[in-house]
């Protein structure tokens, strides 16, 4: 059975920093991409970043690029988004979902429709 289990957040004060990780379990094709999604109260679920296994290929919203990292440990098939200078906007749940697929995502990342599998969602809050 397929598991994507997300973990790490919290509330931080604007400028901090979070380290998201989404540990996927289940399966063993070594091909997929795993995408953030994030959703505030009010508002559309948004995509915020992704990572191929099949090229390592690494795509970024426009409101995070420059202050969010995405990077995996294929040892652990952990998925991790490092979350810097943290703004008061970037308040949401985040989710992770794996899209069982072998594609490049330098381009972009797939729709939220394309995800086969999605976590329970981690609650990120930026206050001070």
């Known amino acids: 059975q397929v598991q994507v289990v997300e973990s790490g957040g919290g509330l931080v004060q604007p400028g901090g920093s979070l380290r998201l990780s989404c540990a996927a379990s289940?399966?063993?094709?070594?091909?997929?991409?795993i995408g953030w999604f994030r959703q505030a109260p009010g508002k559309e679920r948004e995509g915020v970043s992704c990572?191929?296994?099949?090229?390592?290929?690494?795509y970024y919203s426009d409101s995070v690029k420059g202050r969010f990292t995405i990077s995996r440990d294929n040892a652990k098939n952990t998925v991790y988004l490092q979350m810097n200078s943290l703004k008061p906007e970037d308040t949401a749940v985040y989710y992770c979902?794996?899209?069982?697929?072998?594609?490049?995502?330098?381009?972009?990342?797939?729709?939220?429709?394309?995800?086969?599998?999605w976590g329970q969602g981690t609650q990120v809050t930026v206050s001070s």
């Open positions: 979902a794996t899209d069982i697929i072998r594609r490049t995502v330098t381009y972009g990342c797939p729709r939220a429709s394309e995800y086969d599998y």
């Open positions: 289940g399966f063993t094709l070594d091909y997929y991409v």
């Open positions: 990572i191929s296994s099949s090229d390592g290929s690494t």
